[in-house]
């Protein structure tokens, strides 16, 4: 992926992509002349393609974790402590959810 654009995942955390665009960023490397694996160019971990593949839900918990910079496990515990927010249909959403329960003292 050239420095220029930037990955999905980083979309997703600007809130300029939501989770149903992964298709679109896949389906853009497959049509790419990009010297780079298809994890990289959406911008993830390898570790973290392979728990989305087995797991496509699983794509939440990989942006959670890198929102609050934690390993993927981490983020698990953590986010199973906010239930709301595992449920967000979006990171857009996720945010929202997160700041109410900052402003309420539930987290």
């Not at 497959?30 to 994890?39: F, G, K």
């Not at 392979?50 to 390993?71: D, V």
Request: aromatic share 12%.
């Amino acid at each position: 992926m050239s420095k220029r654009n930037k990955t999905f995942i980083e979309l997703c955390l600007e809130g300029a992509a939501d989770l149903s665009d992964i298709d679109d960023y896949i389906e853009k490397w497959h049509m790419s002349d990009e010297d780079t694996s298809i994890y990289e160019y959406i911008g993830m971990k390898k570790e973290e393609y392979i728990m989305w593949m087995k797991n496509p839900r699983s794509l939440r918990f990989i942006l959670f974790s890198r929102k609050f910079q934690m390993p993927c496990e981490e983020a698990l515990d953590q986010i199973g402590e906010l239930p709301l927010a595992a449920r967000a249909k979006d990171i857009k959403e996720f945010n929202g959810v997160l700041k109410w329960l900052r402003m309420t003292g539930r987290l």
